[in-house]
T-cell receptor
Framework: AQSVTQLDSHVSVSEGTPVLLRCNYS??????LFWYVQHPNKGLQLLLK??????LVKGINGFEAEFKKSETSFHLTKPSAHMSDAAEYFC??????????????FGKGTTLSVSS | DAGVTQSPTHLIKTRGQQVTLRCSPI?????VSWYQQVLGQGPQFIFQ???????GRGNFPDRFSARQFPNYSSELNVNALLLGDSALYLC?????????????FGSGTRLTVV
């Protein structure tokens, strides 16, 4: 079975400092992994995805994530936080590409707060 | 190009009533999935439809049903509403039947049951 664990429920940073949001996954297949962002009272926006190509994935708004199979991790980073990055972030796993009707499995989310 | 559109954006219903939520996928996308997001939690899978057939169902009671139309738009129906059905309902579309390459989500319908 697939699962996702976001290791921090809340992360606080100052504007201009690095961001690290941690995610570990469990999967019996070679999964695809995603990070989605949700701003208050909004839907979900895809930040980046890993689908078994390059292990370092670059996304929108300066975010990137590295897939580490040996550590079963997919941490999200950004070199310099901006006030507009304050939002809820979800790490998401999907199982094998050959299965129709499969669901995205979401972590519980990490709230990122950015102070000036 | 229009993204995934959902209607209505907000609605308030009374316990025991029925509700219908609507979703139009991105043009050319044949798969629509529905997720429920309760406040403070990650979204939970309800249904997936691909080519007008149900391809997946999450752990939700039979009060929840859905369908997909020939133009690939979809409706989610919830009968006998409970207070616990209050949530943000998200629709997502993709080109194929698998979630492996990710989905594009709509902005959601905020359902409040009183």
């Amino acid at each position: 079975a697939q699962s996702v664990t976001q290791l921090d429920s809340h992360v606080s940073v100052s504007e201009g400092t690095p961001v690290l949001l941690r995610c570990n996954y469990s999967s019996s297949y070679s999964p695809s992994l995603f990070w989605y962002v949700q701003h208050p009272n909004k839907g979900l926006q895809l930040l980046l995805k890993y689908t078994s190509a390059a292990t370092l994935v670059k996304g929108i708004n300066g975010f990137e994530a590295e897939f580490k199979k040996s550590e079963t991790s997919f941490h999200l980073t950004k070199p310099s936080a901006h006030m507009s990055d304050a939002a809820e972030y979800f790490c998401v796993v999907s199982p094998s590409p050959d299965q129709a009707g499969t669901a995205l499995i979401f972590g519980k989310g990490t709230t990122l707060s950015v102070s000036s | 190009d229009a993204g995934v559109t959902q209607s209505p954006t907000h609605l308030i219903k009374t316990r025991g009533q029925q509700v219908t939520l609507r979703c139009s996928p991105i043009s050319g996308h044949k798969s629509v999935s529905w997720y429920q997001q309760v406040l403070g939690q990650g979204p939970q899978f309800i249904f997936q439809y691909y080519e007008k057939e149900e391809r997946g169902r999450g752990n939700f009671p039979d009060r929840f049903s859905a369908r997909q139309f020939p133009n690939y738009s979809s409706e989610l129906n919830v009968n006998a509403l409970l207070l616990g059905d209050s949530a943000l309902y998200l629709c997502a579309s993709s080109g194929g039947p698998s979630s492996f390459y990710g989905y594009t989500f709509g902005s959601g319908t905020r359902l409040t049951v009183v």
